[in-house]
């Protein structure tokens, strides 16, 4: 079973800062196979990355996807107001789905 | 525009049965991997399960092997999760995406307490 844990929690950062969120693998994974999820309170989850660094459809190019092997980030540059919220990592492979538990972009 | 919009969910006791629908627009379901995410109240996000176009495949989580059975009708588009034997550990809000291994479209979920 492979295992997504994200650091840091979670990150206090002011609106025009750079983010940086960290998920690492227990294990090497395919990168095609590696997501990244937006939620906002009250809201399904968007998927922003997929393949670790192919935005989605309509996402804005401040959002970008890096890594791979066991390593992985999202970095968000000149945080935006809506960006403040809750970033998943995600992975699919042995015909299994696994999500980290999830960074908090919170305003300092 | 795709949506998704799923229905079935409500206030069970443990031990209890429930299935949950999800009737998907504004795309070609019959051409689309379907899975189901769920979020339990103030948690993160956990795949559950996830089925083929033609439901020759479909894979879930180990918690919930046994018990819940994922399906679709794709003359109705329309996604399925039916939930028996229910545990406490079950509540959270269930959402149905389109996709198999990433997914780009999410409904906004049904709440499913299991609760005596």
């Known amino acids: 079973e492979i295992v997504l844990s994200q650091s840091p929690g979670t990150l206090c950062l002011s609106p025009g800062e750079s983010a940086t969120l960290s998920c690492r693998a227990s294990?090497?994974?395919?990168?095609?196979?590696l997501a990244w999820y937006q939620q906002k309170p009250g809201q399904a989850p968007r998927l922003l990355i997929y393949?670790?660094?192919s935005r989605a459809t309509g996402i804005p190019d401040r959002f970008s996807g890096s890594g791979s092997g066991t390593d992985f980030t999202l970095t968000i540059s000149r945080l935006e107001p809506e960006d403040f919220a809750v970033y998943y990592c995600?992975?699919?492979?042995?015909?299994?789905?696994?999500f980290g538990q999830g960074t908090k972009v919170e305003i300092k | 525009e795709v949506q998704l919009v799923e229905s079935g969910g409500g206030l069970v006791q443990p031990g209890g049965s429930l299935r949950l629908s999800c009737v998907a627009s504004?795309?070609?379901?019959?051409?689309?991997?379907m899975t189901w995410v769920r979020q339990a109240p103030g948690k993160g996000l956990e795949w559950v399960a996830n089925?083929?176009?033609?439901?020759?495949?479909?894979y879930y989580v180990d918690s919930v092997k046994g018990r819940f059975t994922i399906s679709r009708d794709n003359a109705k588009n329309s996604l399925y999760l039916q939930m028996n034997s229910l545990r406490a550990e079950d509540t959270a809000v269930y959402h149905c995406?389109?996709?198999?291994?990433?997914?780009?479209?999410w409904g906004q979920g049904t709440l499913v307490t299991v609760s005596s």
């Open positions: 995406a389109r996709g198999g291994s990433r997914f780009d479209s």
């Open positions: 504004g795309f070609t379901f019959s051409s689309n991997w």
């Open positions: 089925i083929k176009q033609d439901e020759s495949e479909r």
């Open positions: 294990q090497s994974v395919s990168s095609s196979f």
């Open positions: 393949g670790a660094s």
């Open positions: 995600q992975h699919y492979g042995y015909s299994q789905g696994t």
